[in-house]
C-alpha cells in the first residue's frame, strides 16, 4: 500500500500556526501585529515567509526566527521555512506601537485608580531639573479648574511634594465601604473649586530628614502600595512625581499602569536634553505616550526687562523635536517659583508672575487635550431614544 501523501499547509492554517509566535518584547502575536507579511506555500511544502521588524537590528530577531520555524517545523507537511526580512515604515511603526500599548492596557492588573482619570507621570532624565515643582504647580493649577487631583509621590528616596503643596499630616488608613481591608487615605487640600489628594512616603515617615533606605525592590512595592492600597476615589487627574532616570520604579509603573502618559521636565543645557532622551526611549520601550516636554529654568530676567539665558539655549526644543512630542511650555527662572515651593504655596496658585502664567497655560493645553471618559449606558439610552423620537413612537 502505497504511503499517504501529506498536503502542505495552507497561507491561511500557516497564519494560524504564527499566531503562537509572541513578540517577547511587544506583548502581542506577529500576526495581529502585521510583522507577517506574506506567506507563500509550495507544492513541496517550502515556506516563505516575510517578517518586518520594527527595526533592522532588533536584538530579538535570532528568538523570533527560532520561534517561527519551531512552530512550523511541527506540520507533517511543511519541508522548509525560509523567512525574508524586512523593516517597518514610520507609519508601520506607529500602528504596531498602538497595538502594543493597547494589548498592554488590556492585561494590566486592576489599581485602585479610576479608570476615567487621566495619569500624567512627571519624569525627567536626571534630578536636579526641577520635576517636583513642575508637578506641584501642574497639580494646583488643574485643581484650581474646579478638578480632582491626585498627586503620588513616586520620587521615594528624594520626596519633597509635602513641602511644597504645604502639607505635612501623616498618612492613615481606615476602613471604606464595600472594601475588605483598610485603606490608606490620601491627605486633601481644596483649591478654590478643586481638591488635591496626595500620598506621599514623606507623610509616613517622622520628620521630611529621615532617610529612607530602600533597595529597588522595596520601591517599586511602594509605588505598588500606593497604586493599590489607596482610597483615590473619583480623581480626574493623577500626577505622579517620578524618581530622575529610568529605574525599577519607573518599570514598575510601566507594568502596573500601562494607560500612563508621559510629561518629560528639561532645561536648556543641550547636556540635559541629552539625559532626557533616556526617559523618552524608556516610554516608547514600555509603550508609554510623551504627552510633551516642559523646558524649566528657561531663561532669567532682570528688574531692567534684559533677558539671560543662565542655562543655556534650545535644549526643550530640541528634545520635543527628536522624540516627536509637543513643547507645552518654558518656564522662567523666578524667586518666586523656589519661594512657593519653600512655603507649600506654589506660585501657579495665586501668583502673577511670567512663571505662573506659564504653567496655568501648560494646565490648560492638558485640560484641552484630555479626552472625557464616554459613559457607554448612557450614550445608547440616548441613541435609542432618538431612534424612538425618528419613529414616532415617542414624543419629541
Sequence with gaps: MPDRVISPPSADEVRNLLRAVIDPELGANIVDLAMATDVEVSPEGVITIGVKLTIKGCPLRAQIKNDIESRLETHPGVSKVKITWGEMTADER?????????????????????????????????????????????????????????????????????????????????????????????????????????????????????????????????????????????????????????????????????????????????????????????????????????????????????????????????????????????VPIENAVAHGSDTGEPVALSGSSAAADVFRSIAKKIIAATVPVTDMAGCSARLLESVEVALGKKPA
Design 94 to 330: 506607529s500602528e504596531v506601537m498602538t497595538k502594543a500599548r493597547w494589548n498592554a492596557r488590556e492585561n494590566a492588573s486592576d489599581t485602585a485608580v479610576p479608570n476615567s482619570a487621566r495619569v500624567l507621570a512627571i519624569a525627567s532624565g536626571k534630578g536636579g531639573v526641577g520635576k517636583s515643582s513642575v508637578t506641584a504647580n501642574l497639580a494646583v493649577a488643574l485643581a484650581a479648574h474646579g478638578h480632582v487631583v491626585g498627586v503620588l509621590d513616586a520620587d521615594i528616596w528624594g520626596f519633597s511634594i509635602p513641602r511644597m503643596l504645604g502639607m505635612s499630616d501623616r498618612l492613615e488608613a481606615r476602613r471604606v465601604d464595600g472594601v475588605e481591608k483598610p485603606r490608606i487615605i490620601p491627605n486633601e487640600r481644596k483649591v478654590g473649586t478643586g481638591l488635591l489628594k496626595v500620598v506621599s512616603t514623606g507623610m509616613l515617615v517622622e520628620d521630611e530628614g529621615t532617610a529612607l533606605m530602600w533597595r529597588g525592590l522595596m520601591l517599586t512595592k511602594a509605588v505598588e502600595q500606593f497604586l493599590n492600597d489607596v482610597h483615590w476615589g473619583d480623581l480626574d487627574y493623577l500626577l505622579i512625581d517620578m524618581p530622575p532616570g529610568t529605574g525599577d520604579v519607573q518599570m514598575g509603573l510601566a507594568r502596573m499602569l500601562p494607560r500612563t502618559d508621559l510629561i518629560i521636565v528639561t532645561t536648556p543645557a543641550v547636556s540635559a536634553q541629552k539625559v532626557a532622551i533616556r526617559a523618552a526611549d524608556m516610554a516608547r520601550r514600555s509603550f508609554l505616550r510623551v504627552a510633551g516636554v516642559i523646558e524649566n529654568m528657561s531663561h532669567f530676567t532682570c528688574e531692567h526687562g534684559t533677558t539671560y539665558p543662565l542655562f543655556g539655549q534650545g535644549g526643550g526644543t530640541t528634545l520635543a523635536n527628536e522624540i516627536g512630542a509637543e513643547l507645552l511650555g518654558q
